[in-house]
């Protein structure tokens, strides 16, 4: 088999294995134990293919495969690309870690339908992984949507009136917007360009006028409805009626850094830099996304259920790689990138930690935590340190992210963003830090246990990867920056 060859069976692979999985995840019903290991074997598979792509990519070889030609010249397309090389890490590695933790969350809150749950997971991640090598925006669109299709059931998961009316408004806003604006989008960049490849500098740049260009960049924001900018953003908080597992890795890294993700890559690879920053829509983008930025911060600090307060930080933090995309610049872009990493390790471990909270103490709301680091010490060090990332507080990942983005909105020529930032970090402080506070310095309620007791040895177990990785992010983040850097020095894509 040629070396060829041989890397296209690589990025079949990236999707075939979660589907394969899904498969025998439905086959093992019967048999927890199995049904759970086949979980494990395909996370794990899984990760050693992307850490293969990996390093094909970095030894330089072209990987793209054809998966089907359903319309001339607008071929299902996989192509491997720095930002794309990203993503796929991120979320193929993290898989495993909540794969590990719903094991122990499962069980412990003696969940129905678990296999259900497990296979459509693997199609999601199956679907993520498209999204992150996708050779040009018709295969995007193609598993973006079946990345909304396949999460339904999970949202839906318990099948109350609340998870049902959860799902319709997860699926009303995404499929709305995508069908919309998304796909009208696409269309008019096929008009104008010929073409919906990505490709570095842009295929706009040069072939329509600065009104077109804006438009087709409005309806891209908006049109990507997993990016949760205002006001297309209540998808978010009501899927947050899904198990934690759901909320921790499809609501804090596949599905809501896959809205990201597609806009921060279009606007590189479909509009260039350079074309995006003499738009004049840009700037009332920015305004758009600055406003998410502020407003879900406050309405944060108002939520006393602890995963709606974790939900709207989502939708916050989310504009903050938006608003990376608009400043179009180096910086930027590595501050964008880099979000997508950190936000992922330290949303995902505060997400884990509510999960740990709800099955050990049975516990939802921030009210009620007073003294629980008395009885449950690790499950809050690991929310405190959680926390800190997302503030942006050394030692920890957040404070590359935000670096790069002020140093990209100082000198690309959006300096009042650099104030944006600021309010929105210490918006994090008023809305995360009080958390483990009440925990830590407040008094056990009189009819509380005073019991030490933790969460489940497999939840702790993942609560302590991503907390370390939190960690190991800020201390090792050159990797990560210099795979970034690939993208923006030419020679990103094939």
Not at 16 to 33: Q, S, T
Not at 125 to 144: D, H, K, P
Not at 267 to 288: K, M, N, S
Request: aromatic share 10%; with cysteine; proline share 4%.
């Amino acid at each position: 088999m040629s070396a060829l060859s041989s890397n296209g069976v690589l990025m079949l692979l990236a999707v075939a294995i979660p589907l394969f999985g899904a498969i025998a995840i439905v086959l093992l019903r019967r048999w927890p134990n199995a049904r759970e290991a086949a979980t494990l074997i395909t996370g794990v598979a899984l990760f050693v293919d992307v850490l293969m792509i990996a390093c094909a990519m970095q030894g330089g070889a072209t990987l793209n495969l054809v998966l089907a030609r359903p319309i001339v010249g607008l071929p299902l397309e996989l192509t491997v690309e720095p930002l794309g090389m990203l993503f796929a890490l991120v979320a193929s590695g993290l898989w495993i870690v909540t794969s590990v933790y719903s094991i122990g969350y499962m069980r412990a809150h003696r969940e129905k339908s678990q296999t259900r749950f497990y296979a459509f997971f693997a199609v999601a991640i199956a679907a993520t992984m498209g999204i992150a090598f996708a050779g040009n925006l018709l295969t995007l669109f193609v598993f973006y949507e079946a990345l909304t299709l396949s999460t339904f059931p999970l949202v839906t998961h318990y099948g109350t009136s609340a998870a049902k009316r959860a799902g319709r408004i997860y699926l009303g806003i995404l499929v709305g917007t995508s069908i919309g604006l998304f796909l009208i989008a696409i269309i008019g960049t096929y008009a104008v360009a010929g073409t919906l490849e990505f490709r570095s500098g842009g295929i706009l740049d040069g072939k329509v006028t600065g009104g077109i260009a804006g438009l087709l960049l409005v309806l891209y924001v908006f049109g990507i409805g997993k990016a949760a900018v205002m006001p297309f953003h209540r998808w978010l908080p009501a899927a947050m009626v899904a198990p934690t597992p759901v909320s921790a890795l499809l609501h804090a890294v596949a599905v809501v850094k896959a809205g990201v993700f597609s806009i921060l890559k279009i606007v590189t690879y479909i509009f260039g830099f350079d074309l995006v920053r003499g738009l004049d829509a840009t700037v009332a983008l920015q305004i758009v996304a600055a406003f998410t930025v502020i407003a879900a911060s406050l309405i944060a600090i108002t939520q006393d259920n602890l995963k709606a307060r974790l939900a709207y930080s989502t939708v916050s933090q989310l504009s903050y790689i938006v608003l990376a995309a608009l400043i179009a610049d180096r910086a930027g872009f590595l501050g964008g990138g880099m979000h997508i990493a950190t936000h992922a390790f330290g949303k995902i471990t505060l997400f884990f930690c509510a999960g740990a909270i709800l099955v050990t103490a049975h516990k939802s709301r921030v009210s009620e935590l007073d003294g629980l680091g008395r009885t449950m010490p690790w499950t809050m060090t690991a929310f405190l340190i959680g926390s800190l990332s997302i503030i942006g507080m050394p030692p920890l990942a957040g404070l590359w992210s935000k670096y790069y983005l002020i140093e990209g909105a100082w000198f690309g020529g959006s300096a009042w963003l650099v104030a944006i930032f600021a309010i929105s970090t210490l918006l994090n402080i008023f809305y995360l830090l009080p958390i483990p506070f009440r925990a830590f310095f407040r008094s056990a309620r009189a009819d509380d246990s005073l019991v030490r007791r933790e969460a489940p040895l497999a939840c702790l177990l993942a609560i302590g990867i991503t907390t370390l990785g939190c960690l190991m992010l800020f201390l090792f983040p050159d990797s990560i920056l210099e795979l970034l850097g690939g993208a923006i020095t030419g020679g990103a894509l094939p």
